[in-house]
Nanobody, 126 residues
Framework: QLQASGGGLVQAGGSLRLSCAAS????????MAWFRQAPGKEREFVGG???????????ELADSVKGRFTISRDNAKKSVYLQMNSLKPEDTAVYYC??????????????????WGQGTQVTVSS
């Protein structure tokens, strides 16, 4: 089970930090990702974090958010975070966290993820 939180209303240029807590899972080797979906649009990949062996992890972000967003994880807390800075009105969407059991892979396609959080609304006003 995944529980997302941290959304809200913010002015353009502001920041938000989204959190996603996992329960009932081993977590440390799961690929974790954030997707977002704006009204009338398809769900799109925002960023993800996958296990790459040992204690190493690899993170990837969509081009549209590179330089503004960062993704991190805390395995002890079974949580993944999305720090969003310099927010723009076009970042407005419902943000979802997702988990994939495809260890060491980082899919950018939503339909291959195994677990989903409930979504949290992010609204950026101009």
């Amino acid at each position: 089970q995944l529980q997302a939180s941290g959304g809200g209303l913010v002015q353009a240029g502001g920041s938000l930090r989204l959190s996603c807590a996992a329960s009932g899972r081993t977590f440390s080797r799961d690929t974790m990702a954030w997707f977002r979906q704006a009204p009338g649009k398809e769900r799109e990949f925002v960023g993800g974090n996958r296990w790459s062996g040992g204690s190493a992890y690899y993170a990837e972000l969509a081009d549209s958010v590179k330089g503004r967003f960062t993704i991190s994880r805390d395995n002890a807390k079974k949580s993944v975070y999305l720090q969003m800075n310099s927010l723009k009105p076009e970042d407005t969407a419902v943000y979802y966290c997702a988990a994939s059991l495809r260890w060491s892979q980082l899919p950018t396609t939503a339909n291959v993820y195994d677990y989903w959080g409930q979504g949290t609304q992010v609204t950026v006003s101009s």
